[in-house]
């Protein structure tokens, strides 16, 4: 039975382990007559990688002490998803004039009333003011007459054979006429700010008055592929693979409120690297692949070479343990990713959303625990992050959940957060929503 196999599970279904992982779960004392550390094995034993937790909350504030952004003003049909940057003040008067809640008549004193042949239509100047007895044709949204006592709905009025119209139930002053100033009043703070433009807001604003809005600019992100291995076209062949990441990153970047600027591909390429990373002008730079300590893995070497600052050099979760977070300019970050495809994206989860998020003074979601509906075995010392799908109260985990594999976050509505040692069946466990599992597809990539 391979590692990580659930006794009568067929191995393909498995919670399947990384090598590391397995070896974590039987790794025994080192033997005293053991070789000598290579320098890089000194170099990872005296690493102590970073809390998950605790590697969110550097993440978030990373960007919060290096990052002075300018607000920039955007237009209605472009700020859907930005965060406002100025309040949203009234610039009229809401509804901007009386105007009319229903279809119906305008009317003015009591029944019945004599209606006027030409009626109120919305969109059209103010029509003449009424004297009591007298009535008019209106239309929802018209501005109402003036003297107007209260407009009668259609469905409760009646002509008569006179041509008179009659109420056929009870009316009060006011009735069904929306006051000039209702809503809110000229300088009325709507919005304030640090809201998120939703497509309610695009509406109020718009209703409001405004072209624009002042808001807080996309993060630019750049994403540099690296990998000799990688084909951009076709199926696996001669030890060459599918490069998952260059078309998954970006769409998913974007629906972390990112603008991306760039997709390049450099290979194993040293000095490709360095002049990518020198030469960029993101905000935040995310690599894939390279981060641990094999002979074509780049990117440690190079920031040390650009003299950048190591804020997270590998976090206890798996899979994805090798991610790290660097300072590489004083407003510029880069978050490095694993090359495995799940790996990478328990990075972006990890390290990638929360300095995102406060580039773009997006609110940090709201924690939230299910029950899970069978246990899961956890990494002795580390987190775990675990694709779920949620039914009802139930948090369901996924299989195919390999450092390497996408099958399960392909179908997954979430991550569970498992913490060292597992989770049993019906335990409350934290989870971390998927983008366009909240809020759709056509929403969160706009």
């Known amino acids: 039975m391979t590692p990580g196999t659930r006794a009568g599970a067929p191995a393909e279904d498995s919670d399947d382990l990384d090598v590391e992982e ?30 998950w937790p605790r590697a969110r909350e550097i993440a978030a504030r990373a960007a919060r002490s290096g990052s002075r952004r300018t607000p920039v003003s955007v237009s209605l049909a472009e ?64 501005r109402i007459p003036v003297d107007t006592t209260a407009v009668l709905r259609t469905e409760h009025g009646r002509t008569d054979a006179q041509g008179r119209l009659h109420a056929t139930r009870e009316m009060h002053h006011g009735q069904d006429i929306r006051p ?8 009325d703070q709507l ?21 624009t809005l002042t808001a807080v600019a996309r993060p630019r992100v750049e994403v540099l592929v ?38 390049r591909r450099l290979g194993d390429d040293a000095k490709a690297l360095h002049k990518a990373l020198t030469g960029s002008r993101a905000d935040l730079v995310v690599t894939t692949g390279g981060t641990a300590a094999g002979p074509v893995d780049h990117v440690h070497p190079t920031l040390e070479r650009m003299g950048a600052e190591l804020l997270v050099d590998g976090v206890k979760v798996r899979p994805g343990h090798p991610m790290l977070l660097a300072r590489t300019k004083e407003n510029q970050h880069l978050v ?19 300095l995102l998020r406060t580039l773009a003074a997006r609110p940090a ?25 949620l039914r009802g109260d139930r948090a369901v ?33 934290e989870l971390l929503d998927l983008p366009w599992a909240a809020a759709g597809i056509g929403v969160c990539f706009t």
């Open 22 to 51: 397995a070896l974590a779960l039987v790794r025994e004392p080192k033997d005293d007559a053991a070789p000598a550390a290579t320098p890089d094995e000194r170099r990872h034993e005296r690493h102590q990688a970073t809390p």
């Open 180 to 187: 000039r100033g209702q809503e809110c009043r000229s300088g």
């Open 226 to 263: 690296l990998g000799d291995e990688l084909l951009t076209e076709g199926r696996p062949h001669d030890g060459l693979i599918r490069d998952a990441l260059g078309p998954m990153l970006p769409p998913w970047l974007r629906a972390m409120g990112a603008d991306v600027i760039g997709v």
């Open 336 to 354: 490095g990713l694993p090359g495995n495809p799940l790996a990478a994206v328990s990075g972006l989860l990890t390290l990638a959303e929360p």
């Open 79 to 142: 700020v859907l998803g930005l965060v406002l940057a100025a309040p949203l003040d009234a610039l009229t008067d809401l509804p901007s004039f009386d105007t009319s809640a229903m279809d119906g008549w305008a009317v003015a004193g009591p029944g019945p009333w004599t209606v006027r042949e030409q009626g109120a239509l919305a969109g059209h100047a103010l029509p003449e003011p009424l004297t009591d007895g007298e009535a008019v044709r209106i239309a929802t949204g018209a």
């Open 397 to 429: 985990p996924l299989h195919y959940n390999g450092p390497a594999m996408l099958r399960g976050i392909a179908a997954a509505d979430a991550m569970a957060v498992v913490p060292p040692g597992g989770a049993q069946q019906g335990e409350e466990t």
């Open 365 to 389: 979601p709201e924690p939230y625990t299910l029950a899970l509906s069978e246990a899961v075995h956890g990494h002795p010392y580390d987190t775990r992050l675990v694709p779920v799908v």
């Open 191 to 211: 919005l304030p700010v640090g809201t998120l433009v939703t497509p309610a807001v695009l509406g109020l604003a718009a209703a409001a008055g405004y072209d």
